[in-house]
């Protein structure tokens, strides 16, 4: 039997790029013919299709940005086409509700189900191990030992999550006073925040990414009724905003201490550790003491262990760390990753790369949990880049190994 040329781990909207790249590149018949496999954990479908962005904000990025990945003359083109495409296309310019872009993604995976992928996505495949064959392929294995499917080419698309338990205990809480900004982005625990302001507590958002500014946006909106002067504090590390240019960055006058990096791509600076969008609004609004509800505190602070110690919610929202699928040989030896910050390490080919050496021969990543990092040391995570150059670095290399020719060497950015 021959075997398929890669499964990809996870099908979220990050393991939509690799079929979205082989389309703009017009080798995704090809790749697909060779046998490309999806495998999900999600038990169903409507749970799988719940999961691509169910977030109660809008987008801190352009409609554009979620749409220039599809190829309008491809096989996926069609998704354009369908009702969320054409919106997003008639606001290409704007923010929009992240909802709407999780109902164009699914609509990305329906034609790829329906018109090239047909049979090769399996859901309720929870892939906990990978393991190494002597042949140099590689098993996908479930949580019971289970083998689910075997590849030449691996490619982790499985994400991240927010380690809270980590965070109770840096803070010296109760894990039960901590959640993750994930859970208060979809609404899922607004009433939980709403029942702390009413009993007249305090909401603290642990981190100034754009993940903690849209918690307090999110507050902002749904519960600003019930928020009195400093109801919320931003326990922050660093504060950074992105402009378009090194111009407009001058002009506008840069933060405190902020550092301003320009990306090599774009021009724009602070392109991936910068807020933008209606976070960085609320926070310039903060900043400029238009907006009394919300205060800002240093972390390590006497003032932020005040306000930790007295919070009765706590939103984490420092980062997230990689859902990781353990590595093996044939034999059972577990074949350690590099780690970064919690997340695991790639090259600049998104090539996923071993504890001690290079590279892991034939496995590659993208996505939240898999960021590649840039010149200047922040990690590169954007959909656009999913979509993107990390999904076409990866195509490239499948593409390669099938023609028997040396992979793509990628220096530098």
């Excluded at 990050?14 to 954990?41: K, M």
């Excluded at 086409?81 to 999780?102: D, N, T």
Aim: include cysteine; hydrophobic fraction near 40%.
């Amino acid at each position: 039997m021959t075997l398929p040329h890669c499964q990809i781990v996870g099908y979220g909207a990050a393991a939509l790029g690799v079929p979205l790249a082989a389309d703009r590149a017009g080798l995704l018949p090809r790749l697909a013919a060779a046998g490309l496999c999806l495998l999900d954990g999600a038990p169903d479908r409507e749970r799988l299709l719940r999961a691509r962005f169910p977030y109660a904000i809008h987008s801190n990025s352009r409609a554009g940005d979620f749409i220039e990945g599809v190829s309008p003359t491809g096989e996926l083109g069609r998704a354009l086409r369908m009702p969320a495409g054409r919106e997003l296309s008639l606001a290409r310019e704007q923010a929009v509700p992240l909802r709407l872009v999780g109902r164009f993604l699914n609509d990305v995976s329906d034609v790829l189900e329906q018109d090239v992928l047909t049979d090769a996505v399996r859901l309720g495949a929870r892939v906990a191990e990978l393991r190494r064959n002597d042949d140099g392929t590689w098993t996908s294995l479930d949580g019971d030992g289970a083998e689910l499917t075997t590849s030449s080419r691996v490619v982790l698309a499985t994400g991240g999550w927010e380690d809270t338990a980590r965070t109770a205990g840096d803070l010296g809480v109760p894990p039960e006073r901590v959640v993750a900004s994930a859970d208060l982005l979809t609404g899922a625990v607004l009433d939980r925040a709403s029942a702390v302001l009413r009993a007249g507590g305090r909401i603290v958002v642990v981190g100034a990414s754009h993940s903690g500014f849209a918690t307090v946006e999110l507050l902002l909106e749904r519960l600003g009724h019930r928020l009195t002067a400093g109801a919320i504090t931003v326990v922050h590390r660093t504060l950074a905003l992105s402009y378009d240019s090194m111009k407009r960055a001058r002009a506008e006058g840069p933060l405190t201490g902020q550092t301003l990096t320009v990306c090599p791509d774009t021009g724009k600076v602070n392109r991936f550790s910068g807020l933008r969008g209606r976070s960085r609004q609320v926070c310039e609004r903060v900043i400029g003491g238009t907006e009394p509800r919300v205060r800002l505190c240093a972390a390590g602070s006497p003032e932020a262990r005040r306000a930790t110690a007295d919070a009765g919610l706590l939103v984490h929202a420092s980062g997230y760390r990689t859902s990781d699928v353990r590595l093996r040989t044939a034999s059972g030896e577990p074949l350690p990753v590099r780690t970064r910050r919690g997340t695991t390490a790639v090259d600049d080919g998104c090539r996923v790369l071993a504890r001690h050496g290079g590279p892991v021969p034939g496995v590659y990543a993208l996505g939240l949990g898999y960021p590649r990092i840039g010149d200047d040391g922040v990690g590169r995570v954007g959909i656009n880049l999913f979509h993107g150059a990390d999904a076409d670095r990866i195509v490239m290399a499948l593409t390669s190994a099938l023609s028997n020719e040396r992979a793509p060497s990628w220096q530098g950015r």
